[in-house]
T-cell receptor
């Protein structure tokens, strides 16, 4: 079992819809969770991070964390074609120091 | 957020040559830097972690004699691909952590093509 799992997609949503991206992790002691966006041919850029159970909102983005279920998600409201990218979930596995463990990424396609 | 730069952004070299890639944190002190490699349509693969002033920690399967990492200062880490071969062609990305930030900030990446 991979430590951080994501559905590779592609996830296709119409413009203006809510895109829901999911990530599960295996280490129950994980403390920090990050969502990165990566456009094709570019390096990842941080969207947001979450540490506590519940929701964290930043503009059109909402991160949701459920440590009991070992599940973190990213919701993108009012999806735009410019949101089309690969979204990477990253987890700071307990005991791994500064290292992040990345999921394989979910490719999102927002169709006009 | 913090800014991380990489140089060069792309490089083409002949097989057998060595290539050095620089990673700099521009506005914060990076206590830890990470080097990743990404092949087309694949996810990031961590190659090594380096802390300023100490030897890098390499991930399993990464040859430390082939991929030399130096983190001599709090703002600069270098990755040298020695005796590069076509199979080393990839997108190399560094990231940095420090300056009170928990997250890693990524450089723009270096695309290496070995002919």
């Amino acid at each position: 079992q991979k430590e951080v799992e994501q559905n590779s997609g592609p996830l296709s949503v119409p413009e203006g819809a809510i895109a829901s991206l999911n990530c599960t992790y295996s280490d129950r002691g994980s403390q920090s969770f990050f969502w990165y966006r990566q456009y094709s041919g570019k390096s990842p850029e941080l969207i947001m991070f979450i540490y506590s159970n519940g929701d964290k909102e930043d503009g059109r983005f909402t991160a949701q964390l459920n440590k009991a279920s070992q599940y973190v998600s990213l919701l993108i409201r009012d999806s735009q074609p410019s949101d089309s990218a690969t979204y990477l979930c990253a987890v700071n596995i307990d005991g791994a120091g500064n290292m992040l463990t990345f999921g394989g990424g979910t490719r999102l396609m927002v169709k006009p | 957020g913090a800014v991380v730069s990489q140089h060069p952004s792309w490089v083409i070299c002949k097989s057998g040559t060595s290539v050095k890639i620089e990673c700099r944190s521009l506005d914060f002190q990076a206590t830890t830097m990470f080097w990743y490699r990404q092949f087309p349509k694949q996810s990031l693969m961590l190659m090594a972690t380096s802390n300023e002033g100490s030897k890098a920690t390499y991930e399993q399967g990464v040859e430390k004699d082939k991929f030399l990492i130096n983190h001599a200062s709090l703002t600069l880490s270098t990755l040298t691909v020695t005796s590069a071969h076509p199979e080393d062609s990839s997108f190399y990305i560094c990231s940095a952590r420090g300056g009170g930030f928990d997250e890693q900030f990524f450089g723009p990446g270096t695309r290496l093509t070995v002919l």
